[in-house]
């Protein structure tokens, strides 16, 4: 027993280690990081590179089932998984280089074929590891420990984010008041005018695969459980979750609402670097808020549905995650400040509809099939997400219009149609089959300390 209890904490200990490291390579040169969308801007892309560039992150979802191939296949899938993912991330070293190969010729299309790669590799791989740690962490005890993790790594990764920012904010005009006091002692020493700002990039994306790599040199001392080989096909695998007639209503709120996201979610941060002519250490606070919010706000979103059912919470979700696009329309590039209090709105919304989404997979996969039914919701939104990013580079409007005395940018439409898109997710989310949550009527009457009538009760189930 004591052996067993070594075990587990020794695999605490690790992973958060390596969570750190992997985060400060996420950070640098994953999906959602902002020295990804500024290096694309720096390569000329246009609207529609944009789109394909936010789709990537989502598109490479698809190959996540592919892990379960791996997992059932090997009785070990430690050296598999380190390699798998070890490929995916020393790709981000030629990220920096490719603008010195090709000299502005086709750089962004060869940047984003290289990410689209990287990016899928690494889905494999992750989906594979979460079989492994998953099978080293007591299910009492894994909500915990993904908390802790994601607090750790989440907190480096702000500070490596900052740093970085920072440094890249000194080779603008205009680089706001931090990089303004550094760049003025760089420059009295002729530091910052000896580099260039691809350069600056080159030796960040290093850094980054250096980190990527690093935090797997960690995961290699993980202790793993031998397993058996299931002799399953894969494609009976795949099909079961879509026997599964609940499952598929699951997934039909999870397509319709990533749907909805994807609709203009390629433009929030080229606007906000473009169109505001924000710093990337104004960028870089308003993610912080969010994850701060995201953060402080996860225990509420759980007691409420313990309490109420994901149903239910996921209803005032898609309530308020309506709400917070809308804001942006007001946005200008003499008057922003307001949409960081925008992002505690988006952190808290995130923060509910993350919990809910693993929640509705684990409540209704059978235990050995978790794997597979997550990775197929993960795939089936990922495919809906990357179709209305691409529509969005392929329709965004060439040109500003006023609408009521209100000028609004191309990216600004497009934000205000995703608003009112998410609130028709409330359709979708009607259908599922939750025997034990609550409707808004019942939690009103709840909260207002009244007694619910017994034909009400029957007619919420």
């Known amino acids: 027993m004591k052996q067993k209890k070594s075990i587990i904490q020794q695999t605490i200990r690790i992973s958060i280690k390596e969570g750190v490291f992997s985060q400060i390579f996420k950070t640098i040169a994953g999906p959602e990081s902002i ?35 791996i997992s059932n296949k090997l009785h070990s899938r430690k050296s598999t998984v380190l390699r798998i993912v070890g490929l995916g991330r020393i790709l981000a070293v030629f990220f920096g280089m490719l603008p010195f190969f090709l000299l502005g010729k086709y750089t962004i299309e060869a940047f984003l074929i290289l990410f689209f790669v990287s990016n899928s590799i690494q889905a494999v791989g992750s989906n594979a590891w979460i079989a492994w740690i998953a099978d080293l962490i007591p299910l009492k005890i894994r909500g915990r420990f993904f908390s802790w993790r994601v607090q750790y790594s989440m907190f480096f990764g702000l500070i490596i984010g900052y740093v970085i920012s920072i440094f890249l904010d000194l080779f603008k005009t205009d680089p706001g ?6 760049q003025t002692v760089l420059e009295s020493t002729r530091i910052l005018s000896q580099i260039n700002i691809l350069i600056a990039f080159a030796g960040i994306f290093i850094f980054a695969a250096f980190m990527g790599i690093w935090s797997l040199k960690i995961l290699s001392k993980q202790h793993e459980r031998p397993r058996d080989i299931e002799t399953e096909k894969f494609k009976d695998i795949l099909i079961t979750p879509l026997k599964d007639k609940n499952f598929r209503k699951v997934l039909l709120y999870g397509f319709w609402w990533m749907l909805t996201l994807g609709i203009g979610a390629p433009f929030w941060v080229p606007f906000m670097m473009t169109k505001l002519g924000m710093t990337l250490v104004q960028v870089q606070i308003y993610f912080t808020i969010r994850i701060m919010a995201t953060l402080l706000t996860l225990p509420t979103w759980g007691r409420m549905i313990d309490r109420f059912g ?12 309506g ?14 400040w307001f949409i960081f209090l925008e992002a505690i709105g988006s952190g808290i919304a995130w923060a509910g509809s993350e919990i809910i989404s693993r ?33 969005s580079g392929i329709f965004i409007p060439s040109s500003a219009v006023e609408i009521f005395k209100f000028h609004l940018e191309p990216e600004q439409i497009l934000f205000g149609i995703t608003g009112i898109a998410r609130w028709t997710t409330q359709f979708s989310l009607g259908w599922i089959n939750e025997p034990k949550s609550k409707s808004l009527r019942e939690v009103t009457f709840e909260l207002l300390g009244w007694e619910i009538p017994e034909f009400l009760k029957k007619k919420t189930k």
């Open 35 to 69: 020295f990804i969308t500024k290096f694309a801007i720096i390569l000329g892309a246009t609207p529609f590179h944009f789109a394909i560039l936010s789709a990537i992150g989502h598109l490479s979802q698809v190959f996540r089932p592919l892990g379960v191939v």
């Open 177 to 182: 008041n931090i990089a303004q006091n550094l």
């Open 310 to 321: 994901n149903k239910t919470s996921m209803r005032v979700v898609i309530l308020l995650g």
């Open 323 to 336: 709400i917070t696009p809308l804001l942006w329309l007001f946005a200008s590039k003499t008057m922003y």
């Open 359 to 391: 929640n509705f997979i684990l409540a209704i996969a059978p235990p050995n099939r978790r794997q597979i039914y997550s990775g197929v919701f993960g795939a089936f939104s990922g495919v809906a997400i990357m179709i209305t990013m691409l529509l």
